[in-house]
């Protein structure tokens, strides 16, 4: 009995702002589903509606050095000897080396980072779509991009050189990645090497 009177007066102190409590979690979390479901039916909308457009443009690429030597492939299932650091690594990458040495953009985009590093020497980064970068390694100093320019495809953004300290044993060259939704991946998927 003496529970019951307890929870009564309980009830009566606060009940109020329970019952306000539950009514006010009732009515967000009815606020929170219809938003989901209309925003939802938008992006449907936005989709399938012909007077939206959606750049569907192709990216076009280009080689990043011309007339190109692969000297050490992209990858990821098979072991390669580093004989700057003596071991045996995955090859995240390719390493290419020309006469002339000059690298260029493979497609057109915006320079996200231009830096240095006793790794990878001195390193550009080209952001070509929301999921796609690239990366140009082991270049001279003396770039012709900074950060934020628009670069297009073909455009020179430096020369190759010997500033990478993880492959300097493989002299002057280009260590060049693809970063595809944050992964690196084969750039043969999108160009077309001869090796020679």
């Known amino acids: 009995m003496e529970k019951q009177n307890k929870f009564a007066t309980w009830m009566k102190k606060y009940g109020t702002y329970l019952t306000a409590g539950v009514l006010v979690f009732c009515l967000a979390a009815v606020v929170l589903v219809t938003g989901l479901v209309n925003s939802a039916q938008n992006v449907e909308n936005n989709v399938n509606d012909p007077s939206i457009e959606v750049n569907t ?31 045996w690594e995955y090859h995240d990458g390719i390493d290419l080396v020309s006469t002339d040495l000059k690298v260029f953009a493979v497609a057109d985009g915006e320079v996200l980072e231009v830096s240095e590093s006793s790794l990878t020497g001195t390193t550009v980064l080209v952001k070509h779509s929301d999921s796609l970068v690239s990366l140009y390694a082991s270049l001279n100093p003396e770039v012709e991009v900074k950060e934020g320019d628009k670069v297009k495809a073909g455009e020179v953004i430096g020369t190759a050189d010997n500033t990478a300290g993880n492959e300097s044993a493989d002299g002057e060259h280009l260590h060049f990645s693809l970063i595809e939704k944050g992964q690196k991946i084969d750039p043969a998927n999108y160009l077309e090497f001869e090796v020679k």
């Open 57 to 87: 443009t192709p990216l076009t690429f280009s080689m990043p050095m011309t007339n190109a030597t692969l000297i050490k492939d992209f990858s990821s299932d098979e072991l390669y000897l580093n004989s700057t650091l003596g071991r």
